[in-house]
């Protein structure tokens, strides 16, 4: 087994171990606990790394793992799902890849009615973007990175297993308002958060894992569903952009800062590997220059040197709200987190993609 393999063991194993023992306690809006931490919850980092999980089973590298995302999904569908927001919809994406082959009946009305309630209840911010609400906190008037990869794609991949163009339509038009507000024009990269109650960019953050959201939401956007060529032209071109801005950003280890332009913020890991992700599969797909894949490479090296002996990836942020000033990213703390194993298990698994690499 090559270490490249025994790598993406390590982080399932690591990940599956997780788990919160009290740590930022921050409790739900409905009063129960939040739990970011642990893989058995239904949160946003549990759902990235599902659909990581669920992307290696579909790729064929690690066949086992569809056994266990069945019965992660019976556990936790038993034990009651909690209220909807765009946090807790990250968790029917992995679902929804599931369903497109088994055709469960049962999984396939939960997200049949999931989707119909985003379409028909999520909240919207002007120009009808979806509002960045999540279990402890509703952000009014907000549109921030995260939503896209944690509502759109799978409004994307449902419709499209579904035959409901319309809410492949609605992915694509998220992509295209959240674009509007959050991408920076005179850079390419994209800011963390806009808000329609004084319109700005709060801090001007170009935060780094906001930007890997994007990087690889753009690139698995067109992989998980049919996209109007109209739209996926448009979309390329801004990740082309975005790449060109990011290439001259990337340390000399191979990682990315998690404040991309800012030498003094830390090296950050999981955005890091989201970066990996995107660049290799944009090289294997013909999007980009071999600048895109020799950068991809020292970004696996980078995610690999971080992989400890338990299988858990270090030096990845703690979960980040919005920042009104740049000090308040600089000071996230490192946590290791689902996400974190998640993007590593993403960009790992693209490499093995690449006979290259293998």
């Excluded at 049962?106 to 209840?121: F, M, P, S, T």
């Amino acid at each position: 087994m090559s270490r490249l393999e025994t790598n993406l063991h390590q982080l399932v194993t690591g990940m599956t171990a997780l788990r919160h023992e009290g740590q930022f306690d921050e409790p739900n809006l409905d009063g129960t606990k939040g739990d970011y931490i642990s893989f058995d919850s239904w949160e946003w980092p549990q759902g990235v790394g599902l659909y990581a999980l669920a992307s290696l089973w579909r790729a064929g590298h690690l066949p086992r793992l569809k056994n266990e995302l069945e019965g992660w999904y019976q556990r936790r569908i038993e034990a009651g799902l909690p209220a909807q927001n765009v946090n807790t919809t990250a968790p029917m994406l992995a679902l929804s890849l599931l369903w497109r082959e088994s055709g469960d009946p049962a999984h396939g009305a939960l997200l049949a009615k999931w989707a119909e309630d985003v379409l028909e209840h999520a909240p919207r911010t002007e120009e009808g973007g979806i509002q960045h609400d999540v279990s402890d906190k509703k952000n009014r008037g907000e549109l921030w990175d995260d939503t896209l990869f944690m509502v759109a794609l799978f409004l994307a991949s449902y419709g499209e297993g579904a035959g409901r163009r319309d809410l492949v339509d609605e992915a694509e038009r998220q992509f295209l308002v959240h674009t509007r507000y959050l991408a920076d024009p005179a850079t390419g990269l994209w800011f963390h958060g806009w808000t329609f109650d004084g319109r700005h960019n709060f801090a001007r953050a170009r935060w780094a894992r906001g930007n890997a959201w994007i990087s690889a939401g753009v690139l698995d956007l067109l992989d998980l569903a049919t996209i109007a060529p109209s739209v996926a032209a448009f979309l390329t071109g801004v990740l082309k952009a975005q790449v060109d801005a990011l290439l001259p950003l990337q340390c000399q280890s191979g990682a990315w800062r998690t404040l991309l332009d800012d030498p003094s913020s830390y090296e950050e890991l999981s955005a890091t590997a989201g970066f990996g992700y995107a660049l290799l599969k944009g090289a294997r797909l013909g999007l980009g220059t071999p600048a895109w894949k020799a950068a991809g490479i020292k970004a696996v090296h980078a995610v690999m040197a971080s992989i400890d002996d338990t299988g858990t990836l270090q030096n990845v942020s703690y979960g980040t709200r919005m920042g009104h000033d740049l000090d308040f990213y600089r000071t996230i703390p490192i946590q290791p987190t689902a996400y974190g194993q998640a993007m590593a298990l993403l960009c790992l698994g693209e490499a093995m993609n690449h006979d290259d690499l293998r």
